[in-house]
């Protein structure tokens, strides 16, 4: 008996591990996934031993445009796991109208989650006259734009579309980030056009 209680304790039971995808509400280039969300994440959740990141991806629209990012997830501990993902997420910047979906064949479902706010500026970038593009400098703008916002937030990507060019910025509340810009908007002759929008939460 002696020996086969010994050969029971040398097998270990084999350890559940649960995909998570971390949907983040967060319009970011690959390179900045990895960085701000990726690497850090993987770092924490492995010296908790609660699991790893397991890569991610980047869903665009059919106009290029980034619609949201994903990071995959693989969870050995579920109950303190989730928890502590979903403050990790939030704690590196993931927007409202972010989701976590749990794929457990016992457990499936979809967690909501995320702090910060968003607002994206659209500039026109074809029907405004040849002098506009040429005597202004974006740089510029965005700079005066985030001066403008202060500590509510500040501009953190942008895509460059046939059309249109945009500017993410991300913050407090997006409502007041839109008061704050609206003397630059007004003015500027680049701005000329453009469209602002809310992006998280996500407008129905």
């Known amino acids: 008996m002696g020996i086969f209680s010994n050969i029971f304790k040398l097998v270990k039971p084999k ?3 649960v995909h998570i995808t971390a949907q983040l509400n967060h319009l970011l280039m690959p390179i900045d996934r990895g ?4 690497d850090p ?3 924490a959740l492995k010296s908790l031993k609660f ?3 397991d890569g991610g991806g980047t869903m665009q629209l059919n106009t290029g445009e980034i619609a949201h990012i994903d990071v995959e997830i693989l969870l050995y501990n579920l109950e303190d796991g ?3 993902l979903i403050n990790k997420l939030e704690e590196l910047g993931a927007p409202k109208s972010s989701i976590l979906h749990i794929q457990d064949d016992s ?3 979809q967690i909501a989650f995320g702090k910060k706010e968003g607002v994206a500026i659209y500039l026109d970038g074809i029907n405004l006259s040849k002098e506009v593009y040429e005597n202004s400098d974006i740089n510029d703008l965005i700079e005066k734009l985030n001066i403008s916002i202060g500590d509510l937030g500040k501009m953190e990507s942008y895509w460059q579309g046939e059309t249109e060019t945009a500017l993410y910025f991300y913050g407090l509340n997006a409502e007041d980030m839109k008061n704050n810009f609206k003397s630059i908007i007004d003015s500027y002759p680049l701005c ?3 469209r602002i929008t809310t992006i998280a939460p996500k407008q129905l």
């Open 15 to 17: 350890q559940k591990v």
């Open 35 to 38: 960085n701000i969300y990726e």
């Open 41 to 43: 994440l993987d770092e």
């Open 51 to 53: 699991g790893e990141v």
């Open 82 to 84: 989730i928890p502590f």
């Open 107 to 109: 457990n499936s479902k």
């Open 192 to 194: 000329k056009g453009c």
